[in-house]
């Protein structure tokens, strides 16, 4: 069975950091390309980033580029996403998806507020 | 940045009914169109990929048409654990997704 299991969210302050950490299981996880993909409270799905099966295209959208950084550690089975500089405007669910969001975790809250 | 516009933003449909949705791209994306359900507190599944081909498991009651910057959800019967918000999502030029249909009995 595949699953995707998230931890790392929580409540942070403006400015402040969070990493985000995704555990795969129930596949080949290093042959798969990987996504982080958000959704603020009461609103649509955002996508954040994109990593391939290599780390050898890593792609942001422009709304986080610069503060985020996606990495993946293959030998481990997981996908992780640093977040820095964040803002109220990061507040949401964060979900990790597999190639074409076939699969996707059950997200985890990241609240920023002071 | 390619723009998904869904419509209508809530549908209120009967059980047993047929439901249409519709997501129109800002400009072509071709057939890199996939569809998702989202109910309350889970995350989005996947319905519909590549604008017409349904996705492991998903019943045959949901169907999807389109190319270009024109695309459908069709749920020809619909059942009660259908009703959720449904999303599209272009693929042809990384990802966006549509605001979404909130698809609620009438």
């Known amino acids: 069975e595949v699953q995707l299991v998230e931890s790392g969210g929580g409540l942070v302050q403006p400015g402040g950091s969070l990493r985000l950490s995704c555990a795969a299981s129930g596949f080949t996880f290093s042959s798969y390309e990987m996504n982080w993909v958000r959704q603020a409270p009461g609103k649509g799905l955002e996508w954040v980033s994109y990593?391939?099966?290599?780390?050898?295209?890593?792609f942001y959208a422009d709304s986080v580029k610069g503060r985020f950084t996606i990495s993946r550690d293959n030998a481990e089975n997981s996908l992780s996403l640093q977040m820095n500089a964040l803002r109220d405007g990061d507040t949401a669910i964060y979900y990790c998806a597999t190639t074409s969001m076939t699969y996707w975790s059950q997200g985890t809250l990241v609240t920023v507020s002071s | 940045e390619i723009v998904l516009t869904q419509s209508p933003a809530t549908l209120s449909v009967p059980p047993g009914e047929r439901a249409t949705l519709s997501c129109r791209a800002s400009?072509?994306?071709?057939?890199?169109v996939a569809w998702f359900q989202q109910k309350p507190g889970q995350a989005p599944r996947l319905l519909i990929y590549g604008a017409s081909t349904r996705a492991t498991g998903i019943p045959a009651r949901f169907s999807g048409s389109g190319s270009g910057t024109e695309f459908t959800l069709t749920i020809s019967s619909l059942q009660s654990e259908d009703f959720a918000v449904y999303y599209c999502?272009?693929?042809?030029?990384?990802?966006?997704f549509g605001q979404g249909t909130k698809l609620e009995i009438k």
């Open positions: 990593i391939d099966s290599r780390s050898s295209l890593i």
């Open positions: 999502q272009q693929y042809n030029n990384w990802y966006t």
């Open positions: 400009q072509s994306v071709g057939s890199n």
